[in-house]
């Protein structure tokens, strides 16, 4: 299985910007479709983009959709996730998580996550 690490969290006012990175090892990186979840304090886990194996197609959840970007390099095996127009409903643990199909995802290879935290 591949294995994930994310990061580029942090602290950020309403109205920024910051971009996550899920880096990935393993040479198998171009057979995994990749998708971003959050979860904030009680609430349950929440999808937020999925991008597949070659990157040709993506799809957000309607919360982000038009902030948030999600885009993949290959070569650098690795994930981003460019956040525009934060707010602080956006706040919460975000997870970078693979599997060969957006179907599997949930029973797939995660990350530990990284922490966004919006202010007002």
């Known amino acids: 299985q591949v294995q994930l690490e994310e990061s580029g969290g942090g602290l950020v006012q309403a109205g920024g910007s910051l971009r996550l990175s899920c880096a990935a090892n393993?040479?198998?990186?171009?057979?995994?479709?990749i998708a971003w979840l959050r979860q904030a304090p009680g609430k349950e886990r929440e999808f937020v983009a999925w991008?597949?194996?070659?990157?040709?197609?993506?799809n957000y959840a309607d919360s982000v959709k038009g902030r948030f970007t999600i885009s993949r390099d290959n070569a650098k095996n690795t994930v981003y996730l460019q956040m525009n127009s934060l707010k602080p409903d956006d706040t919460a643990v975000y997870y970078c998580?693979?599997?060969?199909?957006?179907?599997?995802?949930?029973?797939?290879?995660w990350g530990r996550g990284t922490q966004v935290t919006v202010s007002s």
């Open positions: 998580a693979a599997a060969p199909t957006i179907r599997t995802i949930l029973s797939g290879s």
């Open positions: 393993g040479r198998t990186f171009t057979s995994y479709a």
């Open positions: 991008i597949s194996l070659s990157g040709g197609s993506t």
